[in-house]
């Protein structure tokens, strides 16, 4: 069973920078499909990007100050979030088709 492990949250100002990371491990091949989830308070989980194949996908709200990419090693993805704002605030959670979610990671934009 796929298991994910996010981490990188924590508080930044407006205007500023985090890189996400998640590492997704049980899997015996390489996994095709990674990407970001995040859940404000009092709101539905909703796509950031997806990385399919090199190929990315992007909630336009994000568009132009995320970045999802996938690491060198098996398995990982980054979202590297720059321009904050305080509607990035959210918990973040890595996706796989299929896996179970993770703890995810808090990310909290406020002055």
């Known amino acids: 069973q796929v298991q994910l492990v996010e981490s990188g949250g924590g508080l930044v100002q407006p205007g500023g920078s985090l890189r996400l990371s998640c590492a997704a491990s049980g899997s015996g091949f390489s996994i095709n499909t990674m990407g970001w989830y995040r859940q404000a308070p009092g709101k539905q989980r909703e796509l950031v990007a997806i990385i399919t194949s090199g190929s990315t996908k992007y909630q336009d709200s994000v568009k132009g100050r995320f970045t999802i990419s996938r690491g060198n090693g098996r398995n990982t993805v980054y979202l590297q979030m720059n321009s904050l704002k305080p509607e990035d605030t959210a918990v973040y959670y890595c996706?796989?088709?299929?896996?179970?979610w993770g703890q995810g990671t808090q990310v909290i934009v406020s002055s």
């Open positions: 996706y796989v088709p299929l896996a179970d």
